[in-house]
């Protein structure tokens, strides 16, 4: 049994941008493709930057290179039924028996249009019967163009048409438009026929106009039809995936369903996508899917790796308690063994605090300076302070405008080996004058042994 990282089911625009973003980041990918591709009837793609007008089907046959090109597989076959497997993933089983395995699945089914059972117009669907005017209206621009209604939507979709032609009939079963939405339409110069659709004429290939049950013939070179969206999501029913009340699968902004490791992209997630968007979609369903996985380099799928997902924390040390009674003590004995520290409580400057400092013999404890700016001035007097052999760590933020402050921290660490058994206590209370006289000292902390 053939086992994979990805399985993407479904090879148009969405399954293949998925593939490419997905064999880049060196997964091992197997995309199954069905061949029905839901635009496979139309001439012409239009809207997609840099592939305006270029053919589906060879937009499709430039994917499949690309994926290739990465490593990628690409197989024929029809998915009928998807079964988990455990914590290994997932069983993809094929129409012809074949199984394979995998880690992560991607479905990218598309839906189906539902047209009207009128006779005539399947014929004609993707020529001259159109549904996205956005895709297809600049073609048949300044036509005579014919707009199908029946739904809750028809007055705003014929409005739209609107844009591209003067010239637009809006046909809608007899009594179905309300008094306010005949006065838009009339705003709007667009005509109104009510009745029922018997059948589509065509000549020479081309349409010719659209006949009435009354037997009336209005001449129109296209009409826009907007079908029923039908999700291709039995496989999505069947794995178990979460539908909503609309027949849609429930899905996150990435396109990660209700069942772990199956994501979705393109139609079967977003009926009103066009092949630009689909494109998108692939590519960060694709990226979502990723990130727990760990790196294959070769050989068989890995596990994903759990390292990822259970972060280390590492606690913050707790920080140590001063001691306020040893705190009033050490700045007590500091103003009584420095006179000019007595006399005046607070040194009157630079030069003050200059002389100060050096007079460490009459301290408690021996005080030497560890780090000072170059030229002291009173915007400078928040030094950093390093005592005896042992570490001290000095934040203080002055806050006199008569020292220049700008209110901005100074940090000074010295780093040196700590103590088998420390203890933490107040020394001195060393601060700028503005703080000694406010009184608003932050301390000194030494770490030292007993």
């Known amino acids: 049994m053939n086992e994979y990282d990805v399985v993407i089911v479904g090879g148009g625009a969405a399954g293949l941008s998925a593939a490419l973003v997905l064999t880049r980041a060196r997964r091992k990918v197997l995309v199954v493709d069905s061949g029905a591709p839901r635009n496979a009837p139309a001439e012409h793609m239009h809207g997609f930057l840099s ?7 060879e937009l499709l046959s430039l994917g499949r290179d690309e994926v290739e090109g990465y490593g990628g597989e690409i197989v024929g076959g029809v998915v009928t039924e998807l079964v988990p497997a455990g914590r290994s993933g997932f069983r993809v089983l094929l129409s012809d028996g074949r199984r394979i395995s995998t880690r992560r699945l991607l479905v990218a089914t598309g839906l189906r249009d539902e047209l009207p059972s009128i006779p005539g117009l399947a014929d004609r669907w993707a020529r001259d019967v159109l549904h996205c005017p956005y895709c297809h209206g600049y073609e048949v ?14 007055v705003r979709y014929a409005q739209i048409v609107r844009q591209w032609a003067k010239d637009v009939v809006l046909f809608v079963p007899t009594g179905f438009l309300t008094p306010l939405q005949r ?14 659709i018997t059948r589509i004429l065509t000549e020479d290939d081309h349409l010719l106009g659209i006949e009435t049950d009354d037997g009336t013939t ?5 009409l826009f039809v907007p079908p029923r969206f039908v999700a291709n999501n039995d496989l999505l029913i069947g794995l178990g995936c979460e539908i909503d009340e609309t027949g849609w699968a429930v899905k996150d902004g990435t396109g990660q369903t209700t069942v772990p490791g199956v994501w979705i992209a393109g139609n079967v997630a977003n009926p009103r996508a066009q092949v630009i968007t689909v494109a998108g979609e692939g590519s960060a369903a694709a990226i979502a899917s990723t990130p727990t996985w760990s790196t294959r380099t070769s050989g068989t799928p890995s596990r994903p ?8 924390f590492f606690p913050r040390p707790a920080t140590p308690q001063l001691n306020q009674k040893l705190l009033r003590s050490s700045r007590a004995q500091h103003l009584d063994n420095h006179p000019l520290c007595t006399a005046n409580k607070t040194p009157a400057g630079a030069d003050d605090l200059a002389r100060c400092l050096p007079h460490s013999d009459s301290h408690k404890h021996r005080v030497r300076r560890l780090a000072r700016h170059p030229a002291p001035s009173p915007a400078d007097l928040c030094p950093g302070y390093y005592c005896g052999s042992h570490r001290y760590l000095r934040h203080h933020a002055p806050t006199s405008p008569a020292l ?11 780093s040196t080996k700590m103590p088998k ?5 107040p020394v001195i209370d060393l601060c700028c004058p503005a703080s000694l006289g406010e009184r608003n000292a932050h301390p000194i902390r030494r770490i030292s042994r007993k």
């Open 51 to 57: 592939r305006d007008g270029l053919p589906p089907g």
């Open 141 to 154: 621009r300044d036509q005579q163009l014919g707009v199908l209604g029946g739904s809750p939507e028809t």
């Open 183 to 196: 006065s838009e339409l009339v705003a709007r110069a667009i005509g109104v026929v009510e009745g029922d």
């Open 218 to 222: 209005i001449p129109r070179n296209v």
């Open 305 to 312: 790796s759990t390292w990822a997902s259970k972060p280390t």
């Open 404 to 414: 220049g402050a700008t209110g901005e921290p100074h940090c000074h660490l010295a």
């Open 421 to 425: 058994k420390p203890y933490v206590r």
